[in-house]
């Protein structure tokens, strides 16, 4: 713990990581579309899965890739999500496990999904859905709950952010990365004052770096200037091999376990493990 609180992380001989003392929910968001939530959401829960920890990945974006990454269905009549938010079935009615890969679960979400914006609109308690389907939930086994937003700030990622513990926000390294930034940092401070008073912003990851460019330094340099040490300091890069691991139902953790993107999601994942024992 005494490197952990440094800010060092141990690099080898870990094969197990430490556990959390109680699962950590953590809501992947960025209402912007294409920033890397699924590939954060997917790869960082494949990696904390391969060292020891038990962790569930909810989808809560109608167009479902993180279940498609996972190799979990969601197309027919399959239960989902929008069952467990908007018909109140039990959370244990549609959680899988996902092939090939011990530790890691996936609620899957159906296009139905799309409908519960709306839908939640009339219903009770609409905002903490989310959150009473997860405390319903036999979570003591699990050590992560990871929620992959979808690109919008309306119900379902509020229903994420009510739910969750720590919110960690993608920002791709170009143009405009910042922008809209603004509004999302706002509703978070907006749900911690009137629904979820613990919830905080815990980490910040650049994805889709590209170092051949200034422009992607200058995006880090800023961020990074203006988030300190909520930024993570590993950089995920541009790597082919993160964009086609969805196609063949993997993790980049096992499709290509020596490819760029995969190493720098270990290391993210790695920081966030190890970051547990600093958190307030
Ligand atoms: P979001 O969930 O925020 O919409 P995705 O994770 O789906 O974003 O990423 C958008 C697209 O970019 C996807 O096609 C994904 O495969 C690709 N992608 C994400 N991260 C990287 C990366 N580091 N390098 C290359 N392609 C990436
Ligand atoms: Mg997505």
């Known amino acids: 713990m005494a490197a952990a609180q440094a800010g060092e992380v141990p690099r080898d001989g870990d094969s197990t990581w430490p556990r959390p003392s109680k699962c950590r929910v953590i809501a992947v968001a960025n209402q912007k579309g294409g920033v890397g939530k699924t590939t954060t959401s997917v790869n960082i829960a494949a990696a904390l899965s391969m060292h020891g920890q038990r962790v569930l990945v909810v989808d809560l974006d109608p167009q479902g890739n993180a279940s498609t990454a996972l190799a979990t269905e969601h197309r027919g009549d399959v239960k989902d999500v929008y069952q467990v938010l908007v018909d109140d079935i039990p959370m244990a009615d549609i959680v899988k496990p996902v092939p090939d890969m011990p530790n890691l679960y996936c609620a899957p979400a159906t296009i139905d999904l799309a409908g519960a914006e709306i839908e939640l609109v009339s219903l009770v308690a609409r905002e903490a859905r989310l959150r009473r389907a997860l405390a319903a939930y036999d979570v003591v086994d699990l050590d992560y709950i990871v929620i992959d937003c979808p690109p919008s700030l ?39 004052a009137h629904l ?45 091999r993160l964009s086609e691991a969805p196609s063949y139902g993997q993790s980049v953790m096992t499709y290509d376990p020596g490819s760029s993107g995969a190493m720098a999601y270990m290391d993210a994942a790695r920081e966030i493990a190890h970051r547990a024992a600093t958190l307030a």
């Open 154 to 192: 309306g119900l379902l990622t509020v229903n994420a952010l009510v739910a969750a513990d720590e919110v960690m926000i993608p920002i791709q390294c170009e143009y405009y990365a910042l922008e809209g930034l603004g509004m999302l940092l706002r509703n978070v401070d907006l749900i911690k």
């Open 196 to 240: 979820n008073p613990t919830l905080q912003l815990s980490t910040i990851v650049l994805t889709m770096y590209d170092g051949r460019t200034r422009l992607a330094s200058q995006v880090a340099d800023e961020v990074r200037a203006h988030f300190g040490d909520t930024v993570l300091n590993t950089v995920i890069p541009r790597s082919v």
